[in-house]
């Protein structure tokens, strides 16, 4: 590939540098996803009226190459941006800086007036955020702690949690996946502090070091099997206070879609069924893992229409969950 005519990396050579973080956003990544942000960027460089700071990207992105094959014709960005994704090794320091620079000019408003960008530029600032937070190492959610307990979760789905546990006060929260213990013990808590409810929570594999709290029921076994299920019936409020369950065990594809099915009957009506880590398998981390919790989600609500997807628990935009919180009607 071109590094650029001699009058382009001038023009680059004149310009301020990147901010380091931005090139590190951007990293050395040539996918789909930047393809995306640059095919973006030459959209809206050919509609009238459009500000000048667009129009220069879209031309740094052209004088570079971004967007012409190698006999200098127009080609479609986001098929040569992926072959530029082939051989990474000959992009240069300075087709990063571009591409973090046609990044940058996806969303800049003025003031504190609305400027609501469309829904694709929105869930490629996302994305990209949601990536890096996910990937770079260390990784941030692996160093996120509650008292001194792993636990392995965003805090804009925390936040969200929280929402969740002070509207509804449910009687019983019924979690799969236990792992450290981590987040049955910061619900417990925030239950407790809002004077309702309980935890049970599930896990194949005993760990005896689990930190105990009061609130908070271990149960050993299998998340998809019914004696389990009827174990955790025993637990149910008598008094008709609301269920909620967590899915956040076993991600593959058809173990969540088994969970799903064995235990939406549980959540009561205005409650939640929420499915974990639907983030997984394109979505969009992960890419190359296989079919996971969001395709079990988008087959259990082709079957099962009591459940929606409540999009203002994505308020955040960025979740660990997209299409997984789901609300019973």
């Known amino acids: ?62 004088s570079h190459g971004a967007v012409a094959d190698a006999s200098g014709s127009t080609a479609d960005p986001l098929e040569r941006l992926r072959a530029i994704g082939e051989q990474r090794a000959k992009a240069t320091p300075e087709e990063v800086e571009v591409i973090s620079r046609a990044f940058a000019g996806l969303y800049h408003p003025r003031g504190m007036g609305p400027a609501n960008p469309p829904a ?14 996910y990937h770079q190492r260390p990784r941030v959610w692996q160093r996120t702690f509650y008292r001194g307990i792993p636990i392995l979760k965003m805090t804009s789905d925390l936040w969200i949690y929280q929402h969740l546990l002070d509207r509804l006060r ?42 105990a709290h009061p609130d908070v029921t271990y149960l050993l076994g299998s998340s998809s099997d019914p004696e389990v299920r ?26 969540v879609l088994a969970e799903l099915r064995l235990w939406a009957d549980l959540v009561t009506s205005g409650s939640y069924l929420i499915v974990e ?40 935009y960025v979740t660990q969950n997209p299409r997984g919180y789901l609300r019973r009607r």
């Open 120 to 133: 694709v530029v929105r869930q490629t600032i996302a994305d990209q955020f949601h990536l890096l937070y």
């Open 170 to 211: 449910p009687g019983l929260v019924i979690e799969t996946g236990t792992r450290f213990g981590g987040s049955s013990y910061w619900m417990a808590d925030q239950m407790r502090l809002l004077g309702t409810g309980r935890i049970v929570t599930i896990d194949i594999d005993p760990m005896p070091d689990r930190v």
């Open 230 to 255: 009827a174990r955790v019936e025993e637990l149910l409020p008598s008094d008709g206070s609301p269920v909620m369950v967590v899915l956040d065990s076993d991600h593959s594809r058809d173990h």
């Open 1 to 62: 590939m071109s590094g650029g005519t001699p009058d382009s990396l001038a023009r680059m050579a004149a310009r301020p540098p990147v901010l380091s973080r931005a090139r590190r956003a951007v990293g050395a990544r040539w996918d789909e996803l930047a393809a995306r942000r640059a095919r973006t960027i030459l959209d809206r460089s050919r509609r009238d009226g459009v500000d000048p700071r667009t129009r220069a990207l879209a031309a740094d992105l052209r």
């Open 277 to 316: 880590d639907t983030n997984i398998n394109g979505h969009p981390v992960y890419a190359d893992f296989g079919p996971g919790p969001y395709e079990a989600v988008e087959q259990f609500l082709a079957e099962d229409d009591r459940f929606e997807v409540d999009e203002e628990c994505e308020m955040y």
